[in-house]
């Protein structure tokens, strides 16, 4: 199957010139690039806003059960587009294998991006209980400086002093924009770096393991899907989270199953092109991307479900922030 209907990070095959895919001349971003960077940055600003109408709009108390139908509803997704041929799961599929996913091999190779995959959903999820929309997206910018230090350390990775700097311009928005915090919770941003971290780990390892293990976006959602949905399962059950949602009083809403229904939609769809912009692109322009979509998360967010007081310093944070994501992808698309 070299020609699925959906596309995914495949690599060219051998003698194939990308050169005429580029943006344009010396650009170091393709247009598949480019795309995949923009389905990213669509899907990444509502599944924010969905999650957060769950939890907060209609209060419900279990982050782990959200992020298990999101992640069951994902492999079920796989496993009917896998069957009818409408995707592969490798670069070497063909139309005659349809009844192989994935050898068992190839599934513990992907374990330390599952084990990365889980913590990354389950922290994420919390984080976005734990503070008000606008200063999430301020505190989650500095992700970017983690996935340097972390892609530095598991791929030798280097970046020019153009974008260093950037990042830099980045970091002293979202600091600025933090002092003066006038929400302030110690606990809510402490998880919020803690989701961080996990994001730096998680994408880093994307990076890595989609090069090694021979898997497209498909695979390795996939490996993630069959490896991490038992023990997320398992783990719900023990803390009483199902138990809760079974007595959850909105469960039959119609607006909360709405929610839920576009939840898990949305997260299938930002988990391939997560998936996608990280192995065309890189895990840094990928954080980026978290950055840029930002702008409109904050004002969506700042319209639906308010929690942020005015404050100038704030608004000038988040200014430098969106002007260092700005230099980023300008840089980025140059090839400088």
Not at 138 to 144: A, I, P, S, Y
Not at 209 to 224: A, D, H, Q, R, V
Request: glycine fraction near 8%; include cysteine.
């Amino acid at each position: 199957m070299r020609n699925p209907v959906l596309p995914v990070s495949d690599p060219p095959l051998a003698g194939e010139n990308d050169t005429d895919d580029r943006l344009f001349k010396g650009s170091a971003m393709t247009k598949r690039g480019a795309y995949a960077a923009l389905s990213y940055m669509s899907c990444a600003v509502m599944l924010v806003l969905f999650n957060k109408a769950a939890l907060s709009s209609y209060d419900f108390p279990c982050v782990n059960i959200i992020t298990l139908f999101q992640m069951v509803s994902s492999t079920l997704f796989l496993y009917t587009l896998r069957r009818k041929k409408i995707i592969s799961f490798t670069a070497g599929d063909s139309d005659n294998n349809v009844s192989a996913f994935v050898p068992l091999k190839t599934l513990f190779h992907t374990l330390p991006l599952s084990v990365a995959y889980l913590l990354y959903m389950l922290v994420t999820m919390a984080s976005v209980r734990g503070v008000n929309v606008p200063m999430y997206t301020t505190l989650r910018r500095t992700t970017v400086a983690f996935t340097m230090v972390i892609e530095y350390m598991l791929t030798g990775q280097r970046y020019t002093r153009s974008i260093i700097g950037s990042v830099g311009v980045i970091l002293f928005g979202a600091f600025f924009a933090g002092a003066r915090d006038l929400s302030f919770d110690f606990y809510g941003y402490g998880v919020v770096f803690l989701a961080n971290i996990t994001t730096a780990v998680y994408l880093a390892t994307i990076s890595r393991t989609g090069k090694s293990s021979g898997l497209n976006s498909f695979g390795l959602m996939w490996c993630n899907g069959i490896i991490c949905g038992p023990i997320l399962m398992i783990w719900t059950y023990v803390c009483g989270d199902l138990e809760r949602t079974i007595n959850f009083p909105h469960l039959f809403s119609p607006g909360f199953m709405v929610v839920l229904l576009s939840s898990c939609v949305l997260a299938f769809f930002l988990n391939y092109c997560i998936f996608l912009n990280t192995t065309l692109n890189s895990a840094v322009t990928q954080t980026i991307c978290g950055n840029m979509k930002d702008v409109f998360t904050v004002g969506l967010g700042w319209m639906f479900f308010g929690g942020l007081p005015f404050d100038l310093m704030n608004v000038i944070g988040q200014l430098f922030g969106f002007f260092g994501s700005g230099l980023y992808a300008y840089y980025k698309i140059i090839g400088r």
